[in-house]
């Protein structure tokens, strides 16, 4: 198909339209270049300003982390230092009968007469045992409160629980005391089975 222009009509159109026209003709031109290659990258630029903001924002939340990165490495050696603490108040398997024969030792030394010292079976709760021992003492109530603090002081930890004391009489009019109560000590667990 031939386009043709007619250049003499052009020619003796009114310099007014002369202008209009050109003016039309440049309207065209520059819509054609807003709509075909301008606006697309608004829309490309709205798109990437949206990402910015996004990635200011993660930005912003990594520096806020990174900034705190050193107070969570000290929180962290801290707690090391305390399980570690931790796990030194629990014997191991080697250190568990001396750990028991000092429980008995102290209930003799605070004037206690043991009638029953019967370890239980070893309940696993993970990174450590109970080892319970079921105890029956008899003795004073001073000496009872004896054997009670030293076994509290103890560098391991010995819980004393379910205590029943009941009055036996007198001896030399001292009121004697027995009590039956389980000492559960606990024992380390390595979790690498070592």
Partial sequence: MAFNINTDGLMKLSTAKKVLMLIGVNAVIIAGIYWFLTAPKYEEIARLKADYVKLVGKLNDSRIIASDIPKYRAEKLELEKKLQSAVAQLP?????????????????????????????????????????????????????????????????????????????????????????FTATTFRFVNPSGK
């Fill in 92 to 180: 191991n398997e080697k250190e568990l009968p001396n750990l028991i024969d000092s429980i008995s030792d102290v209930g003799e030394k605070a004037g206690l007469t043991l009638l029953l010292f019967k370890p239980g079976r070893e309940v696993n709760k993970g990174f450590y045992a109970d080892i319970p021992i079921r105890m029956a003492v008899e003795g004073r109530y001073e000496s009872l409160y004896d054997f009670s603090a030293k076994v509290g002081s103890m560098s391991r930890i010995v819980n004393l629980s379910g205590m029943k004391v009941v009055s036996v009489g007198h001896r030399e009019r001292i009121p004697v005391l027995k009590a039956s």
